[in-house]
């Protein structure tokens, strides 16, 4: 049974950093497509960054040079590094795991960044 565990979020003034990480069980991660998604109030769910299983990575342009997605295979988890916060970031933020099989999430973690 595949698990996903988010943790990190919290409230930041905007320009801070917070490094978010999801735990990750039942899966192999360096193996595995993973990514990070958020979800703004009222607002479609949105892919921030992935990885895949040969350690290539992309990030969506709204965050492109603030955020970084990064994997440590011993641990099993997956990282989303977010510097120089804004406002429009604050969501919940989702990790996911890509499958033919079907898709796997967390339960996400909140991110506020305070003007």
């Known amino acids: 049974q595949v698990q996903l565990v988010e943790s990190g979020g919290g409230l930041v003034q905007a320009g801070g950093s917070l490094r978010l990480s999801c735990a990750a069980s039942g899966i192999i991660v360096s193996r595995s497509a993973m990514a990070w998604y958020r979800q703004a109030p009222g607002k479609q769910r949105e892919l921030v960054a992935s990885?895949?299983?040969?350690?290539?990575?992309n990030c969506a342009d709204s965050v492109k040079g603030r955020f970084t997605i990064s994997r440590d295979n011993a641990k099993n988890t997956v990282y989303l590094q977010m510097n120089s916060l804004k406002p429009e970031d604050t969501a919940v933020y989702y990790c996911?795991?890509?499958?033919?099989?079907?898709?796997?999430w967390g339960q996400g973690t909140q991110v506020t960044v305070s003007s």
């Open positions: 996911k795991r890509g499958s033919l099989f079907g898709d796997s």
């Open positions: 990885i895949t299983s040969g350690g290539n990575t």
